[in-house]
T-cell receptor, first 114, second 113 residues
Framework: AQSVTQLGSHVSVSEGALVLLRCNYS??????LFWYVQYPNQGLQLLLK??????LVKGINGFEAEFKKSETSFHLTKPSAHMSDAAEYFC????????????FGKGTTLSVSS | DGGITQSPKYLFRKEGQNVTLSCEQN?????MYWYRQDPGQGLRLIYY???????QKGDIAEGYSVSREKKESFPLTVTSAQKNPTAFYLC????????????FGSGTRLTVV
């Protein structure tokens, strides 16, 4: 069965520091993996996605993620945090069969202090 | 511009009432989804539809109903059988194929009063 685990429900960094949000997945088939960002009282916005091409995926707003099959991980990073990065981040994995829905992790709230 | 529109943004429901949340998309996407979001629980799938006139239950379908009479529309009804409906509801759509990812609406916050 497909599942996603996001390690750490809350991550705090200083402005300019490295951002690292962790995501581990379980999948019975080669997965498609996604990171989304949500600002308060809004919908989710796609940051980046892995679809079996390059293992290092670059997304919007300076974020990137690396697919590591051996570690079943898809961690999200950004070299230098900005105040505007404060939001909730969700990792998601494809459902494992054609025509099924994405499965989301429980989310990680990122706080950025000045 | 193409996108997904959810309405209303805020909705208040009295005990025992049914309420319907609207979701409309003009992206020509085949698939549409409803998720429920509660603090600390992430997104949980309620229903999804891959084509018109067909839909499948998700993980928490009890107390909810949907219809898909048009490609553009996928309304969600929260029935009186849903005992704890206060939550943030998100609608999403996707072009055919899991690699697409989703486009989300801006959500409806439902509160029981």
């Amino acid at each position: 069965a497909q599942s996603v685990t996001q390690l750490g429900s809350h991550v705090s960094v200083s402005e300019g520091a490295l951002v690292l949000l962790r995501c581990n997945y379980s999948s019975s088939v080669p997965p498609y993996l996604f990171w989304y960002v949500q600002y308060p009282n809004q919908g989710l916005q796609l940051l980046l996605k892995y679809t079996s091409a390059a293992t290092l995926v670059k997304g919007i707003n300076g974020f990137e993620a690396e697919f590591k099959k051996s570690e079943t991980s898809f961690h999200l990073t950004k070299p230098s945090a900005h105040m505007s990065d404060a939001a909730e981040y969700f990792c998601a994995v494809s459902g494992g069969q054609a025509g099924t829905a994405l499965i989301f992790g429980k989310g990680t709230t990122l706080s950025v202090s000045s | 511009d193409g996108g997904i529109t959810q309405s209303p943004k805020y909705l208040f429901r009295k005990e025992g009432q049914n309420v319907t949340l609207s979701c409309e998309q003009n992206l020509n996407h085949d698939a549409m989804y409803w998720y429920r979001q509660d603090p600390g629980q992430g997104l949980r799938l309620i229903y999804y539809s891959q084509i018109v006139n067909d839909f499948q239950k998700g993980d928490i379908a009890e107390g909810y109903s949907v219809s898909r009479e048009k490609k553009e529309s996928f309304p969600l009804t929260v029935t009186s059988a849903q005992k704890n409906p206060t939550a943030f509801y998100l609608c999403a759509s996707s072009g055919r194929g899991e690699w697409y990812g989703y486009t989300f609406g801006s959500g409806t916050r439902l509160t029981v009063v």
